[in-house]
């Protein structure tokens, strides 16, 4: 880890100024408590002040914090930290999804072919409780686009809910692994796939499509939490009624309003194949019984074979959580040039904004922005770069534009270099935490940008085809991942920590004041949520590309997980043993990856680390 | 994943057992002499004309008929190409070669061009529209089919050379994937001309020449023009044989073979109406 010192002192004095900064304390803070520092708060329906010591979805919480109010593990003990416990889970692919802790089990779910393990932590070293197995259709490894990775399961009422690669969402007892239903949502033989994890709002379960560049239409839909039963879909493209837009539906911005856009902003029929596909982040306000999920890119043609904005790819729905229907929507990139999906991670939070405690949802973005928005109109309050962006010049927060840079505008035939961010955005999936302790979100990311160069001939099912010779690399700095500690109300990082790779791994933050992710070579590590100074770390068997998270063991004590198992876009190069001389493969990924194959090897390890 | 143990959940591929047993056979009849190993060929099992699992296609005439001059029998490796088909067959050392790839290929070693083919837009014959050139001015009313491929700024030509121009509202996209479960999913495109689905389709040469043949309606092919779209945009690409890289004693042995049977390379090609330009 490298700090830009004379920055980081700066920094930790304005820091020091602006936050509360007291004693290690052992309880959660008071998250209702009006700011008058001008920090972040959780949302008043947080149920984090009571913290059942439990981790129910990867998110944690309907806010998406992924903050937990366990402070047993601290500043003053976690250099004891130490494993407890390992347990392999038998495969090479990309592992991205997080454990879940329920009761005295803890249930993992792995990447194709999609296993559930329940894991008894009463038993010392946690034995096998059930394990189930789907056994998903290998042929859905062929269509998946960036590994064949899953992102965690979801608990309620009794039942633990996986997405399989081949479209099936299944719920099982929690107690005995027994299959209670199993929904067949899409088909692989149109190029669609499911990698999200399932989202439960009360009595639904929400899931959502992957395989945007297969030409696929993205919808999300919401299954009868009981029966499986299909109870609505919401479709990203195509006319109203199928996107679920009706009476009710007030865009703030202009550009979002207008009858049926999801077909009149594609040239006749594209909006049938437009993508838009939905396989991030959801999360639920139960003041306004809103679902606030984004859309994945346009497809699967080039930006010129698409003329139009392509509603409603690369954009932010807010809905009913019982009808779906559309309240709001804004889409954060009308005509995708990039390939920046728009499918991370909101967090709910209340913030003072010009003296006014405003309801947020806070959006670090794959295009370089953190996006502050009123949660409950759609309208953008902030939108400031955490990183390098030069692919647009901002966001006019009047028409609600992000705002297009006409020479980095990739077109095939024609070399565009320095691109920045890259592809896979400033950050892709892997999902921020944010502590109510210190105000501040902490944001794992990517430092990458690309060059776009000419036509390369390449073949398939028998027809040659051209397409972009993308090539990654890392962005100003040298370096390609960074850990930025963002505070949303001022809009501006506090600090920053350069890594070596992508930080593809996601964060926890902890009452413990501590922040927890992982590095692509394998580096479990903790550091100070308040300065980012690096306070622990432990070397795993492989890369990290999964979410860490704690919770409290039967024994009372606190624990914290980490998933291993390189992989994913970012890490295809290890687990799809890619030849590290083609620059072009993983989408130009492996060329700004040449590197991992020395710093570490495959396989899924879960770690559980205790005092 | 194409493992033996997969055999039957997958509807994709089939490892090729025939091969072994016969090569156990060879090896136990004739101790005294070392059998030439098998030609182990990575193919697509449901992927006409260039290769099916029964043998149809093009490529496993190809394969077959190298095999012979090599005095050895051919082995397939089958898998659906699609993403990762270099990477899980050729790469993984489960067979050595691939029999058709364009020859600027770089994800493996090439052999010289041993055939070069072009799109061709395909339309009815009772509809007289003898479309050849994107520059036909009648391309910006007429329904246009093209291959859709399914890959970040990734195109068929033909796709590109249209946008290029503009065209883009009358352009209906085909996976080049199609539907898996049917047989030969690539022909959609050739179909949809027959049944006036779209007025024309810009298709590459061996998948229309040969659906052409096969349809009840009569269609014909014109090659496209121009044959590169300036400043480098192909219509036309050289067909090679694809090996690992480093592996140039086969490449080597390949490219000897391929002038050897030149003759009835190309009688194969006619038979499956491959429309050619020459090399």
Redesign the interface.
């Known amino acids: 880890m490298q700090f830009v010192k004379a920055t980081l002192l700066l920094l930790l004095a304005v820091l020091l100024g602006a936050c509360d900064s007291g004693p290690q304390e052992k309880q959660a803070p008071d998250a209702t408590k009006a700011s008058a520092t001008g920090k972040a708060m959780l949302p008043a329906f947080s149920t984090a002040a009571n913290e059942d010591g439990q981790w129910l979805t990867p998110q944690k919480d309907y806010a998406n914090t992924r903050f937990s109010g366990l402070a047993e593990i601290n500043l003053s003990n976690v250099d004891q930290l130490k494993a407890v416990t390992t347990f392999s889970t038998g495969f090479l692919n990309g592992h991205e999804a997080p454990p879940l802790v329920i009761g005295d089990t803890m249930y993992l779910v792995t990447p194709f072919p999609n296993v559930l393990y329940a894991l008894d932590l009463k038993e010392p070293g946690g034995a096998t409780k059930w394990v189930y197995r789907p056994?998903p259709?290998?042929?859905a490894?062929?269509?998946a686009?960036c590994d064949v990775v899953n992102r965690g399961a979801s608990y309620a009422d009794g039942k633990v809910i996986i997405n399989t690669l081949d479209n099936h969402t299944i719920a099982l007892d929690a107690q005995t692994g027994k299959e209670l239903w199993n929904t067949k949502l899409g088909d692989i033989?149109?190029?669609e796939t499911m990698t999200m994890a399932p989202f439960i709002v009360k009595d639904k379960v929400l899931v959502g499509n992957s395989g945007g560049?297969?030409?696929v239409r993205g919808w999300l839909t919401a299954l009868d939490l009981q029966t499986g039963k299909i109870v609505w879909r919401a479709y990203s493209t195509g006319p109203d009624a199928d996107v679920l837009i009706g009476p009710g539906f007030k865009p703030f911005y202009r550009m979002d309003q207008g009858k049926d856009l999801g077909v009149r902003t594609w040239?006749?029929?594209a909006w049938k194949?437009g993508g838009g596909t939905v396989w991030g982040w959801i999360s639920y306000d139960p003041e306004t019984n809103l679902i606030i999920y984004g859309t994945g890119n346009p497809?699967?043609?080039?930006p010129?074979?698409?003329?139009g904005d392509n509603k409603w790819s690369c954009a932010l729905f807010a809905r009913d959580a019982d009808t779906g229907q559309a309240r709001w929507a804004y889409q954060l990139g009308p005509h995708d040039l990039f390939?920046y999906d728009g499918v991370n991670e909101s967090i709910l939070l209340d913030l003072n904004i010009g003296g006014k405690m405003r309801k947020t949802l806070v959006r670090p973005e794959r295009n370089g922005y953190v996006y502050v928005m009123d949660r409950t109109t759609g309208e953008v309050l902030s939108a400031k770069t955490f990183g390098y962006v030069n692919s647009t010049a901002g966001v006019d927060l009047k028409t609600g534009l992000l705002i297009p840079v006409k020479e980095k505008e990739?077109k095939?035939?024609k070399v565009v270099r320095d691109i920045c961010p890259a592809?896979p955005g400033t950050k892709d999936w892997q999902p921020s935490a944010f502590s109510p302790r210190t105000g501040l979100i902490y944001i794992t990311h990517q430092n990458l940008c690309m060059d776009?160069e000419?036509?390369?001939?390449?073949?398939?099912?028998?027809?040659?085809?051209?397409?972009?010779n993308?090539k990654m690399y890392p962005g100003p700095g040298g370096h390609r991942g960074e850990v930025t500690a963002w505070d949303p109300v001022n809009g501006r990082a506090v600090w920053k920590i350069k890594e070596h790779f992508p930080v593809w791994s996601g964060a926890l933050a902890t009452a413990g004041d501590l922040v927890f992710y992982g590095t692509m070579d394998g580096w479990a590590k903790a550091i100070d949520a308040r300065t980012g100074t690096e306070v622990w770390k432990f070397k795993t068997g492989s890369g990290i590309i999964a979410p860490p998270m704690t919770y409290r063991g039967p024994d009372g004590k606190q624990y914290v997980a980490f998933v291993a198992g390189v992989g994913g876009w970012a890490g295809a190069i290890v687990s799809?043993?890619?030849?590290e001389?083609?620059a072009?493969a993983a989408?130009g990924f492996a060329n700004a990856m040449q590197d991992l194959k020395k710093a570490t090897t495959r396989g899924g390890m879960l770690y559980v680390f205790g005092l | 994943m194409c493992s033996a143990s997969r055999v039957g959940t997958h509807p994709r591929c089939h490892p090729e057992r025939g091969g072994a047993l016969l090569l156990l056979l060879v090896l136990f009849t004739l101790p005294s002499l070392a059998a030439p190993a098998p030609l182990r060929v990575c193919s697509d099992p449901n992927n006409l004309p260039f290769s099916n699992q029964q043998e149809q296609g093009f490529e496993n005439r190809i394969a077959q008929l190298l095999a012979r001059d090599l005095g050895t029998k051919v082995e397939y490796f089958w898998w659906a190409q699609r993403r990762g088909f270099v990477r899980n067959t050729l790469t993984a050392n489960k067979c050595d070669v691939i029999v058709g790839v364009p020859s600027s290929f770089e994800l493996a070693l090439t052999t010289r061009p041993y055939y070069r083919s072009t799109y061709v837009f395909v339309t009815r014959k009772d509809r007289k529209l003898d479309v050849s050139s994107f520059d036909d001015p009648r391309l910006k009313k007429l329904k246009i089919g093209v291959q859709m491929i399914g890959d970040d700024y990734a195109s068929s030509p033909p796709a590109h050379a249209l946008a290029n121009r503009g065209i883009v509202r009358n352009v209906t996209g085909y996976s080049v994937y199609g539907d898996y479960t049917k047989e030969s999913p690539p022909k959609r495109i050739v179909e949809a001309v027959a049944a006036g689905e779209v007025d024309v389709s810009a298709v590459w040469g061996p998948t229309a020449g040969y659906f052409i043949r096969k349809s009840r309606v009569p269609l014909v092919a014109k090659p496209v023009s121009p044959e590169i779209d300036l400043p480098f945009l192909p219509f036309v690409f050289d067909i090679s044989m694809a090996v690992r890289r480093g592996d140039t004693a086969l490449r080597d042995k390949l490219e000897t073979v391929l002038d050897r049977r030149a003759d009835e390379i190309d009688a194969i090609l006619r038979e499956y109406g491959v429309p050619r330009v020459d090399l």
């Open positions: 056994n259709d290998p042929a490894q062929g269509v686009c033989n149109r190029g560049e297969m030409g040239p006749p029929e194949t497809g699967p043609w080039n010129e074979q698409r003329p390939d990739p095939v035939g592809a776009f000419g036509v390369e001939a390449n073949y398939i099912a028998g027809t040659p085809f051209v397409g972009a993308v799809g043993d890619l030849d001389r083609d072009t989408l």
